[in-house]
């Protein structure tokens, strides 16, 4: 059990979670003091337990009263965090675990709490001990900016859980998480109890996870797709490979977009569609802002219909144009099918083009393409060199900011000294580079740039496949960067790549600065 000793560490975990955003809808730090008053109002019959590693707190999970109403005095909310240096090593789950012990001995039947959707670690920690996913609250809360969904989860504990299975309930070991409050600590390592806005009294949507985790598989299938047209040049993204029925990046990815929007939004969701299925290839009209278009406005939709989808309205039949009559359950897996298959043909498709497949600009064909840069740690030698490329990365943002980008004024001899600066070297010229600065959680990108003359190689897409490489290989759990809010594609495309934005703030000299972060755990 927490005592008032522990508060310090407590309110350090916390603020750790405030601070990653993706644990909460909280911005506000937490001090020792208001962490040691809650503890001491709540009291034994709301406990919070904490987790020590050589004598020091690194874990803790906390029980709230669910409602004050005396039929619900057996439900509790819970939250769980985790301090940075301690994930991915059993410390959630041994405090989760002593949480539900704890629980159970006071006489509670219930745990629940509300996870954000995105936080998949954390819905993979509740589902091990045995946490279900019951339900869906989209747009509950918004951060910094941003609606945020959160699954809603629930355990059942002592008689309640016993008597689950005559009642039609799955058991423990069934496909869902559990937890209590607005979300999920970051790295799978518990969810926030307690602290934000509590749900209606009424039933939740009644499904057991299908819908959600059947959006999450296609979604990131169909990003994945729309990902394979970045850093390619329009003749890149239009090429069609030299074999019968291939298809252009463009048409795949229009294709794919528009497959799960009838098989979703129509069969599923009931919504009239007017495909045109025979011209969905054609790429002359498209390009790759129309797709990305495409794409931000189907995904929110995709979710919301298949979140809606229970375990009895899957069992309904609808006529598949193609297929016949198909139950729902079966049109889902065709539309999963569908953009998996089509996500092997567009990944094959931009590999042929990085190998040579089409022309490129100044007449190279795949018997002349140029040889594949080699990439490595700079040398204070190559100060100028690195300068130079940075200076022509960043040339096309002159009219657009207030202020030269930070990578342009930076001292690459300094930079490059402190031993993280790689760069990308053709026929003896520097086309790519890429700073990184070692942090005690997280590799920290600190510049990436690529010579504007070599865009639709995907050499962005090498610089930052190697950043989170490094990362693992120095055993952090995380990426980090950071770049100006004017710089809009490149946080779409960081966000294509698993990046979550964590703030925004005015920074370097009146900068606007946007923070973003991706979790490795996965």
Request: with cysteine; hydrophobic share 40%; glycine share 12%.
């Amino acid at each position: 059990m927490a005592q008032a000793a522990d508060a310090p560490s407590i309110a350090r975990i916390y603020n750790q979670g405030i601070d990653e955003r993706i644990a909460t809808f909280e911005t506000r730090p937490r001090s020792a003091d208001e962490i040691a008053a809650g503890l001491l109002a709540k009291g034994e019959q709301e406990p919070t337990v904490v987790v020590e590693q050589a004598g020091q707190v690194v874990a803790w999970a906390g029980l709230s009263v669910y409602r004050a109403r005396e039929c619900y005095a057996g439900v509790g909310e819970h939250a769980v965090y985790v301090d940075r240096a301690a994930r991915r090593k059993g410390a959630g789950a041994a405090a989760l675990a002593g949480l539900l012990d704890t629980a159970a001995a006071r006489g509670y039947w219930k745990l629940v709490s509300r996870i954000f959707v995105d936080n998949v670690a954390s819905r993979a920690l509740h589902r091990t001990l045995g946490f279900r996913e019951v339900g869906l609250y989209r747009r509950h809360g918004r951060l910094d900016g941003r609606w945020i969904d959160c699954v809603i989860v629930e355990k059942l504990l002592g008689p309640a859980a016993e008597g689950a299975a005559v009642d039609g309930e799955r058991g423990a070991d069934s496909e869902g998480t559990a937890g209590d409050g607005e979300s999920a600590a970051r790295a799978g390592e518990g969810a926030p109890a307690g602290e934000g806005e509590r749900g209606a009294d009424g039933e939740n949507t009644a499904f057991d996870g299908e819908g959600l985790a059947a959006a999450g598989f296609l979604c990131r299938s169909l990003e994945r797709i729309v990902g394979c047209l970045d850093e390619l040049t329009v003749e890149q993204q239009r090429w069609r490979p030299p074999a019968p029925g291939s298809n252009s990046l463009l048409g795949i990815a229009h294709h794919a977009l528009s497959n799960a929007e009838d098989n979703v939004l129509g069969l599923l969701g009931g919504e009239p569609m007017a495909r045109q299925r025979a011209t969905e290839f054609d790429d002359r009209a498209l390009d790759a802002p129309s797709i990305r278009a495409q794409w931000a406005a189907l995904e929110p939709r995709l979710v919301a219909c298949l979140a809606e989808q229970t375990p009895v309205t899957l069992l309904e039949s609808v006529a598949h144009r193609r297929r016949g009559r198909l139950s729902r359950f079966e049109v889902l897996i065709v539309a999963l099918r569908h953009a998996a298959e089509h996500l092997g043909q567009a990944e094959l498709t931009r590999d042929l083009v990085l190998a040579g497949g089409p022309a490129r600009p100044g007449g190279q064909g795949q018997a002349g393409a140029p040889a594949r840069p080699v990439l490595r740690l700079a040398g204070v030698g190559d100060a100028d060199a690195v300068a130079a490329c940075v200076r022509r990365a960043y040339a096309k943002y002159d009219g657009r900011l207030p202020k030269p980008p930070l990578p342009v004024l930076a001292d690459y001899a300094a930079v490059i000294a402190q031993g993280l600066t790689w760069l990308l070297e053709q026929d003896g010229a520097c086309v790519g580079v890429l700073v990184l600065e070692a942090e005690p959680h997280a590799l920290l990108i600190e510049n990436v740039a690529v010579d504007p003359a070599q865009q639709g190689r995907g050499l962005g897409r090498v610089l930052l496949d190697f950043a989170e490489t490094e990362a693992r290989r120095r055993g952090l759990g995380a990426v980090r960067l950071y770049t100006h809010a004017r710089m809009t594609e490149n946080i779409a495309l960081y966000r294509r790549r698993g990046y979550v934005e964590t703030a925004r703030r005015t920074t370097h000299g009146g900068r606007e600065t946007v923070f973003m972060r991706k979790d490795l755990s996965g």
